[in-house]
């Protein structure tokens, strides 16, 4: 079975942020501009944090969980940060595939 581990955790991620953004949880958005950003920021960041956390449970062995965790916030951070890039992904499932083999 082959799985992308990293798309797995981009779509458990944008699932998050839609599932946050279909309710209103009462949370009002900040006032200055800077805030508004920076409380995007952190909330794309958590978002990152939960389909990563998604994503490793995927892996059957529990003690390569936290390592295959890792790899995946900083590849879906870099993602977020440089755009999607086949370079960047084949790096990141290279290490992947070093950790746990073939995923």
């Known amino acids: 079975m082959s799985l992308n581990l990293i798309e797995k955790a981009l779509q458990y991620a944008k699932e998050a942020r839609l599932e946050f953004l279909s309710y209103n949880l009462g949370i009002t958005e900040p006032l200055t ?3 508004i950003r920076s409380h995007q920021y952190l909330m794309m960041r ?3 944090n939960v389909g990563c956390r998604k994503a490793s449970m995927l892996v059957l062995d529990h003690f390569k969980r936290s390592a295959v965790y890792g790899v995946l916030v900083k590849a879906c951070e ?3 940060h ?3 890039d086949d370079r ?3 790096v990141h499932n290279g290490t992947l595939d ?3 083999g073939d995923h």
Do not use: T
Request: glycine residues 6%; charged residues 20%.
């Open 46 to 48: 958590e978002y990152i």
């Open 82 to 84: 440089y755009g999607w």
């Open 98 to 100: 070093k950790l746990i």
């Open 33 to 35: 501009p800077k805030a």
């Open 78 to 80: 870099e993602v977020f």
């Open 88 to 90: 960047l992904i084949a």
